[in-house]
């Protein structure tokens, strides 16, 4: 079982919404993950986040608005999104970043299903 | 442009047959490698990392590394349908970067 864990597994929300993803990993990781993925397609990076402070934002609009509470919490604001958006949300994390070899191994969580109407 | 190259298949195998994944990438720099299995509609799932040149092994699994012609590879041993998935193929390192690029991934069939 991932220790990653998301929530919610699946959500629809319209245009007008504001929702939250909400992210949590148990494995004492100081670097956290963002990434988008729709169907038949890789895993897309939309933010990294290490030691709670941002540390890449792949120019992702401003619908998408990341928040690291603290080390092991990763919460992914959603505002105004498009139908486009719609896609599956996987939050991941890893020992540290940037990283030697053995620390830049990410884990995944089971990630979280948006359907934007 | 950093490339991770896999054959989107699908790869189709009898049961209990060798599968065998194959990743080439374009960044000679390129440090760490990672496999990733996906089910439909579930998340990555973490298989093997390899950093070095040769084999690897854990279980049915294989993955081996060749540096010089900038090629990894993922042998599944003893193929069950249950293995029937899309591998991803993950490159890091080079160039100073240390995020993964992900390949588009390998739909693997495991037939009964």
């Known amino acids: 079982d991932t220790e990653v864990t998301q929530t919610p597994k699946h959500l629809v929300m319209g245009m007008t919404n504001k929702k939250s993803l909400k992210c949590e990993q148990h494995m004492g990781h100081r670097a956290m993950y963002w990434y988008k993925q729709k169907a038949k397609k890789p895993p897309e990076l939309m933010f990294v986040?290490?030691?709670?402070?941002?540390?890449i934002n792949e120019s992702v609009p401003s619908r998408f608005s990341p928040e690291c509470p603290n080390s092991s919490l990763l919460n992914l604001h959603l505002h105004a999104l498009q139908p486009e958006d719609s896609a599956l949300y996987l939050c991941?994390?890893?020992?540290?970043?940037?990283?030697?070899?053995?620390?830049?191994?990410?884990?995944f969580g089971e990630g979280s299903w948006l359907t934007v109407v | 442009q950093k490339e991770v190259e896999q054959n989107s298949g699908p790869l189709s195998v009898p049961e209990g047959a060798i599968a065998s994944l194959n990743c080439t990438y374009s960044?000679?720099?390129?440090?760490?490698f990672f496999w990733y299995r996906q089910y439909s509609g579930k998340s990555p799932e973490l298989i093997m990392f390899?950093?070095?040149?040769g084999d690897k092994e854990d279980g049915r699994f294989t993955a081996q590394l060749n540096k010089a012609s900038q090629y990894v590879s993922l042998l599944i041993r003893d193929s069950q349908p249950s293995d029937s998935a899309t591998y991803l193929c993950a490159v890091l390192g080079g160039g100073g970067s240390y995020i993964p690029t992900f390949g588009r991934g390998t739909s693997l069939i495991v037939h009964p």
């Open positions: 986040y290490s030691y709670e402070k941002l540390s």
């Open positions: 390899i950093y070095s040149n």
């Open positions: 991941a994390s890893s020992q540290r970043y940037p990283s030697t070899l053995t620390g830049n191994t990410i884990y």
């Open positions: 960044d000679r720099g390129s440090q760490s």
